[in-house]
């Protein structure tokens, strides 16, 4: 893959248990790429998590972002429907 777009985002979070929570979510996805057009790679940073996508193309970029923004919303969602003090550590 020659690498022509790249995007990096970074999430920052509240607390411990919310970034583990969030890597946790997002690692069997980084682990099983479904495309070969596109790589991505988590960090952590404290209370951050990087995000860094890099694709083929425009599309495949745009594409993977979405795929893990929609994942990252949905995981936040349910973060907060359970709450932090029911998250494992």
Do not use: C
């Amino acid at each position: 893959m020659s690498i022509k777009a790249s995007a990096r985002i970074l999430l920052n979070f509240q607390s411990d248990k919310e970034v583990s929570s969030m890597i946790a979510a997002l690692t069997p996805e980084i682990s099983s790429p479904t495309t070969k057009r596109s790589v991505a790679k988590l960090e952590r940073d404290d209370l951050t998590v990087i995000l860094t996508v890099e694709a083929d193309d425009t599309v495949a970029l745009r594409s993977t972002m979405n795929a893990y923004l929609h994942w990252i919303a949905s995981t936040q969602r349910i973060v907060q429907l359970i709450g932090d003090d029911k998250l494992k550590p």
